[in-house]
């Protein structure tokens, strides 16, 4: 398959198909999230979503994701072009985001284990899952300051956009409706760090997992994280990491897992 638009997030996502159908491709396997099913894709792993026309112009997926000590619950439609897009986010602050993520993690693991309780084993994992997300949503008693809102914001934002070229202070800010001084000033003040220093740090450290776990080549990572050339990625990729792209991916070669065989994405069939 073509390796163009796909995106991924450190953090795993649980997604919950509502109505119609999407389907999510990989780089070596594919599969279809429809009304009433689950689906587990662990952190690290290059995907993206193409909503089926099937659905008939109806399509609603629930999205949780966890973010820097942030839950986001995230309710996604179509937006008309065969694409996910969000039609409402929530944000939970809570000390567990760790154990949510592990949770998921665990699950995604067990079910390529081979072990003969398998089943039960995810259902237990599924349910603390649940239960812990169902916890830490309830507790939430008023909303996050406005200002540490935006922070969130701005990082899930930076994820979910890392492929975009076109990300930067003036994309993120338009988005969020504010100026790009105002955005760029306050995430300074609160994390310590530029945001435009900030987004390229996030895309060579995704260009260094997909180096270490995908068989993308140099220019296709290039590409998957937002740089319009390979020469400019490498340059940037070698201001922060202190070695080339392909000198790093050497570097590790010998503790890179083989992907053939062995897909870590999860999939639950419609309840009932």
């Known amino acids: 398959m073509e390796h163009s638009g796909l995106h991924f997030h450190f ?3 649980f997604i919950i ?5 999407s389907c999510f491709e990989f780089i070596q396997e594919r599969f279809v999230v429809e009304a009433g099913s689950v689906a587990i894709i662990p952190g690290g792993i290059p995907h993206r979503e193409i909503i089926l026309e099937k659905s008939g112009g109806s399509f609603e997926n629930l999205v949780i994701s966890v973010y820097n000590e942030t839950v986001s619950v995230q309710l996604q439609g179509a937006d008309g072009n065969g694409k996910a897009c ?3 986010t929530e944000y939970y602050d809570t000390a567990k985001y760790q154990q949510l993520a592990q949770y998921l993690e665990e699950i995604a693991e067990l079910s390529h284990s081979g072990d003969p309780d398998q089943r039960l084993g995810i259902k237990g994992l599924l ?5 812990t997300l169902e916890s830490a949503i309830r507790r939430v008693r008023h909303s996050p300051p406005v200002e540490k ?8 934002l930076v994820q979910e956009h890392l492929g975009n070229s076109h990300l930067g202070v003036g994309f993120l800010a338009r988005l969020l409706h504010c100026s790009g ?6 995430f300074h003040r609160e994390t310590g760090q530029r945001l435009a220093m900030h987004i390229n740090l996030e895309r060579i450290r995704a260009a260094m997992a997909m180096l270490r776990t995908t068989p993308l080549t140099i220019a296709e990572i290039a590409f998957a994280t937002g740089f319009e050339s390979q020469g400019y990625f490498s340059r940037v990729f070698k201001q922060i990491a202190l070695k080339s792209p392909l000198d790093y991916r050497r570097s590790i070669e010998h503790s890179v897992v083989e992907l053939e065989g062995r897909p870590r994405t999860i999939y639950a069939p419609p309840i009932g």
């Open 11 to 13: 953090n795993p996502d």
């Open 17 to 21: 198909g509502i109505t119609g159908a």
């Open 86 to 88: 969000a039609l409402n």
């Open 127 to 131: 349910l603390i899952y649940l239960s």
């Open 149 to 156: 809102l935006k922070i969130s914001q701005t990082k899930r």
């Open 181 to 186: 001084d105002y955005l760029s000033n306050l």
